[in-house]
């Protein structure tokens, strides 16, 4: 219904980098919180990622703070996520998501979520 499309994946080496975008449309970006989560092969959902509707405040799951930065451009309508440090164990499907809400919390509705982009580290 929404579109939103990730890009900017694909593979690194351990300790590389990488910086994955969603672009959205549609929608009026900036009233909404976004997030992104993961998926590795086998496994559940993990959420990864949430920044409020203005940008202003930020959260991470412990497996990637102090490595992962969320942004976002509402000029541009997209956001972004800066993969610092990667680890063999960052190898997922990364999932942009669209919260019904503008805070950025972790528990909050969700209306929309991308196709999702593969992120795979390894040697």
């Known amino acids: 219904q929404v579109p939103l499309v990730e890009s900017g994946g694909g593979l690194a080496q351990p300790g590389g980098s990488l910086r994955l975008s969603c672009t959205t449309s549609?929608?009026?970006?900036?009233?909404?919180?976004m997030s992104w989560t993961r998926q590795a092969e086998g496994k559940a959902l993990e959420w990864v990622s949430g920044i409020d509707s203005d940008g202003n405040v930020a959260y991470y799951a412990d497996s990637v703070k102090g490595r992962f930065t969320i942004s976002r451009d509402n000029a541009k309508n997209t956001l972004y996520l800066q993969m610092n440090s990667l680890k063999p164990e960052d190898t997922a499907l990364y999932i942009c998501v669209k919260k019904d809400l503008p805070r950025a919390t972790r528990a909050g509705p969700v209306s929309a979520w991308g196709r999702g982009i593969q992120v795979t580290v390894s040697s």
């Open positions: 549609g929608f009026t970006f900036s009233n909404h919180a």
